[in-house]
């Protein structure tokens, strides 16, 4: 089960969305061993991600970011207008995470969350703000009310399996109906971690909303998709620069890229990096390493 649901409230001005993910998740999960507390924090900021993209209007991709100066460096979420996902982590692998460790205790001081659009054929948008909150759920809210002056409720979990998200929206209206969008929240919060895991929109919104139930539309499935590849490392590669790859494959004999998403490994030998720069960078680098 991989997929995102929207829905709406005709009798009220309250739309929402919800996502879960198995296969995803897992094909990320299983590529490198994180601490149970970053497991956890990179499964609430996928479905996240997975919900926010949703809103796209342009082909492209939406980059959800969170970097901290802890234990946490950075948790970087990236979702397609094509309804894929990709998801990594970095941190200080030498240190002791407990497992109920908090978003704002892995980060430490001075977190920010960035928020970037990336659009196939044009710029990129880019928003930064300081973290507000000790869980990704809080962290985003406080930027939907910023950012988009809508209110927005949040629900995120994560499990060594699943993932799932819950996202509810105020819509602009003339008359406000604060009852009504407090009815439906009051309703969203006695959802628990695990159900919001393991059980699907349909199970989820009837669970919630039988009394008054929203318009579900068709979901949308999703799938994991890496964007790296061999041609993308080359040009990396390229911005480095001769002398400093030629160092390295003189040295080493070959230089090997490690993609964070996905783990595939690019390797350049001696050869590929002569046919690369165009020119013999490697001998050249041997020749001033037997000066040296």
Request: aromatic share 6%.
């Amino acid at each position: 089960m991989n997929q995102r649901t929207r829905f709406i409230f005709d009798q009220m001005p309250i739309r929402g969305l919800h996502v879960q993910a198995q296969e995803v998740w897992q094909h990320i999960v299983a590529r490198k061993n994180y601490p149970v507390a970053i497991r956890r924090a990179l499964g609430e900021l996928l479905a996240a991600g997975a919900l926010l993209s949703s809103n796209l209007k342009i082909d492209g991709t939406l980059i959800v970011q969170v970097q901290g100066r802890g234990i946490l460096k950075m948790l970087v979420v990236e979702a397609t207008s094509e309804h894929t996902l990709r998801a990594t982590a970095r941190w200080d692998e030498t240190a002791a995470i407990a497992d109920d460790a908090n978003l704002a205790q892995l980060l430490g001081d001075d977190g920010v969350f960035v928020l970037t659009v990336q659009p196939k054929n044009s710029e990129p948008w880019q928003g930064v703000v300081p973290l507000e909150g000790s869980s990704i759920a809080e962290m985003l809210m406080n930027y939907m009310a910023r950012s988009e002056q809508l209110e927005t409720r949040i629900m995120l979990a994560a499990d060594d399996q699943q993932i799932g998200g819950l996202l509810l929206q105020r819509l602009p209206e003339e008359t406000q109906d604060d009852d009504a969008w407090q009815h439906i929240c009051t309703l969203a919060d006695t959802l628990t971690a695990a159900e919001l895991s393991n059980l699907d929109a349909q199970n989820v919104l009837y669970r919630l909303f039988h009394e008054t139930p929203p318009r579900v539309f068709p979901a949308e499935n999703l799938e994991f998709a890496c964007t790296c590849s061999r041609g993308k490392v080359s040009d990396m590669l390229l911005l480095l620069g001769g002398e400093e790859v030629g160092s390295v494959v003189a040295q080493e004999g070959s230089i090997t890229v490690d993609c964070d998403f996905c783990h595939e490994q690019y390797t350049f030998d001696e050869q590929d990096v002569h046919a690369l720069f165009g020119m013999d960078i490697v001998a050249a680098c041997k020749q001033i390493n037997k000066i040296i």
